[in-house]
């Protein structure tokens, strides 16, 4: 049982570069998200989906783009990168009023 | 929405010092309680839940008790260890679908 699975792991992007990262869960959770982390602000909601083909934005969706074509899958992309997108990612699932379970993170680093 | 008011860290003790780490809630309905730790350089996980008021929820020597009368859900372990630096979240979970983690506190445990 693998849980929630984020790749890649780290990634160095120059500004105005795009890039998709991919969220896998196998547990047949209906509820998906994804989040930034930045020294001291905790995490921020970027987006996330209560169903597949069903998105919504979070705290700070600016930049970002997000699809669910399948359950198990929930995609992040940034279409031009900006310094300001230097953050570690993390992907959830869950289900309501449930456990979270949360991927081990991706490092990304906008030059 | 949901929302936690979180006692702001960072926190530093010592070795087998006494821990509390206050949390109150906001939340529609009857919500349940969850506490995440996160390890530094990993993503988060479960410490411990409490599904319904007067519930102790408990694991690796933290405790923490729904009090729906106060709305808490306080952090408690009474003989910390280096291991238990981490960054600690409190989080309620009802009917919203914005599963929202905040700053959570920053605790440091010193040899």
């Known amino acids: 049982n693998a849980g929630v699975t984020q790749t890649p792991k780290f990634r160095v992007l120059k500004t105005g570069q795009s890039m998709t990262l991919l969220c896998a869960q196998d547990m047949n959770h209906e509820y998906m998200y994804w989040y930034r982390q930045d020294p001291g602000m905790g995490l921020r909601l970027i987006h996330y989906s209560v169903g597949e083909g069903t998105t919504a934005k979070g705290e700070v969706p600016d930049g970002y783009n997000v699809s669910r074509l399948k359950k198990q899958n929930f995609l992040l992309g940034l279409e031009s990168a900006a310094p300001s997108q230097t953050s570690v990612y993390f992907c959830a699932s869950t289900r309501l009023n449930t456990e979270a379970f949360f991927g081990q993170g991706t490092r990304l680093t906008v030059v | 929405g949901d929302s936690v008011t979180q006692m702001e860290g960072p926190v530093t003790l010592s070795e087998e010092a006494f821990l509390t780490i206050n949390c109150t809630y906001t939340?529609?309905?009857?919500?349940?309680l969850f506490w995440y730790v996160q390890y530094p350089g990993e993503g988060l996980q479960l410490l411990l839940k409490?599904?319904?008021?007067?519930d102790k929820g408990s694991n690796k020597g933290f405790e923490a008790t729904y009090r729906k009368e106060t709305t808490s859900f306080h952090l408690e372990k009474g003989s910390v260890q280096v291991s238990d630096s981490a960054v600690y979240f409190c989080v309620p979970s009802s009917n919203d679908y914005k599963l929202s983690f905040g700053a959570g506190t920053t605790v440091t445990v010193r040899a």
């Open positions: 409490a599904t319904k008021a007067d």
């Open positions: 939340a529609t309905g009857y919500p349940s």
